[in-house]
């Protein structure tokens, strides 16, 4: 009887703290939950600004590279985490909170999710979104929500409410979105990124992308939001930690620059960039050098980048750093890549590691920094960089 008492009052205390959850969210009109394979953080913050200069109360929560809260009055701070392997879904819940206390209007939540049944708790039960945001679909995180790109379409589409709206900018795999919202009886609003013109880009004061600004103005639409005032509180808004940096350095050869994109992720991100900024004249397509960081957790990601260097990655050398760079070297030479245009730098500080890229990069080309940001090294190449670099650009 004692321990049927027990569970009884746990049981009660459980149902009350979801009762008071699903009461704060009721108090939230717009609830608006990011997904999607790269942008998310970006998005996430051109939609809070464009919201914000609209004259509503949001409060926004980006996980990217560095969890970070933007309250209802604009101000920002990074959430502090304890030292866990991973962050906690119930972060989202606190968020819920604040926004309640802080009287929000709209929510913008990047899903901190990867793992399927984490994704429908975050939306089932804590998040609730009245519009949903599918950035894009992409080769990342497939070990996960795969094994193939199509079911990993299928698994994002668990952010979309029922009953709802999604608005995305995929296309390609836009057929598995659209039979997903079919069964939740959900409306998909596409939008196309080639209507956002080159001088509205080159206008943000850091490097954005079509793709995130084009998601921004699709969602104020619908919200029935100005559309001048949403575009200037965009181009106001502050970029992520986390995001592209293009820094002008000299190298014994000659100037170079390092395109500090720790933060992409999977390899059709990383040469969507490399086209990208060639398009946009930021580089001027000579010969690339390769620094990517390897992160302990994410062998399959490694593992990827390590073979298409030799398919789509015209890097002319690499220098690997991180955790678990043998495997990395395995894999590319395994697939062709020459041994001795790798570097192993696996012990080696942020600082010794920008020595070696400085001694390597081709004179007027590029380096392309990528794979992992969130480990020690990938914030402490960025902090050297900041510190000792010349800023170029910022973007998402």
């Given at each position: 009887?004692?321990?049927?008492a027990?569970?009884?009052?746990?049981?009660?205390?459980?149902?009350?703290?979801?009762?008071?959850?699903?009461?704060?969210?009721?108090?939230?009109?717009?609830?608006?939950?990011?997904?999607?394979?790269?942008?998310?953080t970006?998005?996430?913050r051109?939609?809070?600004?464009?919201?914000?200069?609209?004259g509503?109360?949001?409060?926004?929560?980006?996980?990217?590279?560095?969890?970070?809260?933007?309250?209802?009055s604009?101000?920002?701070?990074?959430?502090?985490?304890?030292?866990?392997?991973?962050?906690?879904?119930?972060?989202?819940?606190?968020?819920?909170?604040?926004?309640?206390?802080?009287?929000?209007?709209?929510?913008?939540?990047?899903?901190?999710?990867?793992?399927?049944?984490?994704?429908?708790?975050?939306?089932?039960?804590?998040?609730?979104?009245?519009?949903?945001?599918?950035?894009?679909?992409?080769?990342?995180?497939?070990?996960?929500?795969?094994p193939?790109?199509?079911?990993?379409?299928?698994?994002?589409?668990?952010?979309?409410?029922?009953?709802?709206?999604?608005?995305?900018a995929?296309?390609r795999?836009?057929?598995?979105?659209?039979?997903?919202?079919?069964?939740?009886?959900?409306?998909?609003?596409?939008?196309?990124?080639?209507?956002?013109?080159?001088?509205?880009?080159?206008?943000?004061?850091?490097?954005?992308?079509?793709?995130?600004?084009?998601?921004?103005?699709?969602?104020?639409?619908?919200?029935?939001?100005?559309?001048?005032?949403?575009?200037?509180g965009?181009l106001?808004?502050?970029?992520?930690?986390?995001?592209?940096?293009?820094?002008?350095?000299?190298?014994?050869?000659?100037?170079?620059?390092?395109?500090?994109?720790?933060?992409?992720?999977?390899?059709?991100?990383?040469?969507?960039?490399?086209?990208e900024?060639?398009r946009?004249?930021?580089?001027?397509?000579?010969?690339?050098?390769?620094?990517?960081?390897s992160?302990?957790?994410?062998?399959?990601?490694?593992?990827?980048?390590?073979?298409?260097?030799?398919?789509?990655?015209?890097?002319?050398?690499?220098?690997?750093?991180?955790r678990?760079?043998?495997?990395?070297?395995?894999?590319?030479?395994?697939?062709?890549?020459?041994?001795?245009?790798?570097?192993?730098?696996?012990d080696?500080?942020?600082?010794?590691?920008?020595?070696?890229?400085?001694?390597?990069?081709?004179?007027?080309?590029?380096?392309?920094?990528?794979?992992?940001?969130?480990?020690?090294i990938?914030?402490?190449?960025?902090?050297?960089?900041?510190?000792?670099g010349?800023?170029?650009?910022?973007?998402?």
């Amino acid at each position: 009887m004692g321990i049927a008492a027990a569970w009884m009052v746990i049981g009660l205390g459980g149902y009350r703290e979801w009762r008071r959850h699903t009461d704060r969210l009721e108090t939230i009109p717009i609830r608006i939950h990011v997904d999607g394979s790269r942008g998310k953080t970006g998005t996430c913050r051109l939609i809070g600004a464009a919201l914000r200069a609209n004259g509503l109360r949001v409060v926004v929560k980006t996980t990217g590279k560095m969890p970070v809260l933007i309250d209802a009055s604009g101000n920002e701070k990074v959430i502090d985490r304890p030292p866990t392997p991973t962050a906690n879904l119930r972060e989202q819940k606190e968020i819920v909170r604040l926004a309640a206390d802080q009287h929000a209007q709209a929510i913008v939540v990047e899903c901190m999710a990867v793992d399927p049944e984490l994704r429908r708790a975050s939306e089932n039960t804590l998040i609730r979104a009245t519009l949903a945001v599918i950035t894009n679909v992409r080769r990342d995180h497939l070990e996960v929500i795969g094994p193939d790109i199509g079911t990993g379409a299928r698994n994002l589409s668990d952010v979309i409410p029922p009953n709802g709206t999604v608005v995305t900018a995929e296309h390609r795999l836009l057929p598995p979105l659209e039979d997903e919202a079919e069964k939740r009886h959900a409306k998909v609003v596409t939008v196309d990124p080639e209507t956002i013109s080159d001088a509205l880009l080159e206008s943000f004061p850091y490097i954005t992308f079509k793709e995130n600004i084009a998601l921004a103005l699709g969602v104020s639409d619908l919200l029935g939001l100005d559309r001048e005032r949403a575009l200037d509180g965009m181009l106001h808004s502050t970029p992520d930690y986390g995001t592209v940096r293009l820094f002008e350095r000299k190298s014994r050869a000659g100037p170079y620059t390092l395109v500090c994109a720790l933060g992409v992720n999977d390899v059709d991100s990383l040469l969507e960039l490399q086209r990208e900024l060639i398009r946009r004249k930021k580089l001027n397509g000579g010969p690339i050098v390769g620094l990517f960081n390897s992160r302990e957790d994410r062998a399959t990601r490694s593992l990827e980048f390590a073979r298409m260097m030799v398919r789509e990655l015209e890097f002319r050398s690499v220098i690997v750093t991180g955790r678990h760079t043998k495997a990395f070297v395995r894999a590319a030479v395994r697939n062709g890549y020459p041994r001795d245009r790798i570097s192993e730098m696996e012990d080696a500080t942020p600082r010794e590691i920008l020595e070696a890229v400085d001694a390597r990069a081709p004179p007027d080309g590029a380096v392309f920094a990528c794979g992992n940001m969130v480990t020690s090294i990938g914030y402490g190449l960025v902090e050297e960089l900041l510190g000792g670099g010349s800023d170029g650009h910022a973007g998402s």
